[in-house]
């Protein structure tokens, strides 16, 4: 037996232990699928607040909640940390109250959530375009 080989090519298949950074990643565990990934987690949160706003617009004292996470998934992806460590926050909002404490403004929830669903489709899309680049790689470029 010889040296492993580090070339890959039909005719020299790639031989020999692979990296340890190799070892535990899939191909799924990739910069842009675990961002998309966690973006989608962060606004479907998003939409679960909103609809839990909107469900409360009457409800005496309720302060509408707001979902922050694309500043640090931005600087995760920006830094080099995985997208796996960014877990979005649910904060209340320092809108003003209505007479009955309440905060919760429908024109902005409604706003809110068109917003979220658009941003949600497209995220989805981008991440269903990837798995289908993997997808048509795995079949042999779909010929």
Request: one cysteine or more; a negative charge.
């Amino acid at each position: 037996m010889g040296e492993p080989s580090t070339e890959c090519s039909p005719s020299s298949p790639r031989t020999g232990d692979p990296s340890t950074a190799e070892r535990g990643r899939s191909v799924f565990d990739d910069v842009s699928s675990v961002a998309l990934r966690t973006a989608l987690s962060g606004l479907a949160l998003r939409q679960r607040v909103i609809a839990d706003n909107i469900s409360n617009i009457e409800t005496p004292g309720y302060r509408a909640g707001r979902v922050q996470f694309e500043e640090a998934l931005r600087s995760a992806v920006d830094s080099g940390v995985s997208a796996d460590a960014v877990t979005p926050s649910i904060g209340k909002s320092a809108e003003p109250t209505r007479e009955n404490g309440n905060n919760v403004n429908l024109d902005h929830e409604t706003l809110a959530n068109v917003d979220t669903n658009l941003r949600y489709q497209l995220t989805l899309r981008a991440l269903d375009s990837k798995y289908g680049l993997l997808r048509d790689a795995i079949k042999g470029g779909g010929a």
